[in-house]
């Protein structure tokens, strides 16, 4: 199964230097709504067969215009909503910055505590139960006996999508802040039974198709869907690299 890794477009607490977290209300500024219309042509052309969605505003507002022209309800999942960042909410990144924690973040992520908040161990745990849930849900529902490949999107914020790369490379945490999840950018993860690949990380061309294309899963005979014509999953890499 693959899944499209969206950060929401660019949010009015983006462009004021604050830290949104979880406050109510924070919506996507003009740049953030034409990001969000744009996706009907960087992402629509692809069969995607579910949208789901981080409770946030500017994380609704991204995927509305998509989601409708896709003809799909998104799916509100608590679990990929914000980071709790508790006290540091609604500060300034600037005086955020000064905070003793603030070096703690940085360098050494997985024994970060907000005040008041929660634990970046705890979001990286919650967020990856969650796409790993959609996943088999959504392999039941169409991958059919072949197990061929359904594709996704989860669209969320900055520092959950940083975890959930992390754990597809299967690096630790302490070194998700070397990941890089701009405004409107997206991530894509194959997970198949054995790991997960890691197909592109923060694309913001105008066309993920033609991304995708470009890094297929790896076709085998022992892979091959019954029909002999799509690629069914396969936990194999491509030895040497692949041939596209």
């Known amino acids: 199964m693959t899944v499209i890794l969206l950060r929401h477009g660019r949010s009015t607490s983006n462009t004021a230097g604050v830290l949104a977290g979880r406050s109510e209300g924070v919506d996507l500024d003009d740049k953030g709504r034409e990001q969000a219309a744009a996706l009907i042509d960087r992402i629509g052309e692809l069969p995607i067969r579910a949208v789901v969605s981080s409770p946030m505003l500017r994380c609704r507002r991204t995927v509305e215009p998509l989601a409708e ?4 309800e998104p799916l509100i999942d608590d679990r990929l909503s914000e980071v709790d960042y508790g006290d540091w909410t609604g500060r300034k990144i600037g005086d955020l910055a000064k905070e ?26 919650r967020a990856v139960s ?55 950018s997206v991530s894509v993860v194959r997970y198949t039974p054995l790991r997960p690949f890691v197909l592109h990380v923060n694309h913001t061309g105008a066309r993920l198709s033609a991304a995708l294309r470009a890094a297929p899963p790896p076709t085998t005979e022992a892979n091959t869907g019954a029909n002999g014509d799509r690629p069914a999953q396969s936990s194999d890499a491509v030895v040497g690299g692949s041939t596209e």
Do not use: M
Request: negative net charge.
């Open 69 to 72: 022209a896709l003809c799909l």
């Open 100 to 125: 003793p924690l603030w070096a703690v973040v940085q360098a050494h992520p997985s024994a970060a505590v907000f005040p008041g908040g929660e634990g970046l161990a705890q979001v990286q745990a």
């Open 130 to 184: 969650a796409v790993r849930d959609h996943d088999r849900r959504l392999a039941e529902e169409h991958g059919g006996p072949d197990k061929k490949d359904v594709l996704w999107l989860a669209c969320t914020h900055g520092d959950v999508i940083k975890s959930v790369i992390a754990d597809a490379y299967g690096i630790h945490l302490d070194g998700f802040q070397r990941v890089t999840a701009d405004p409107a």
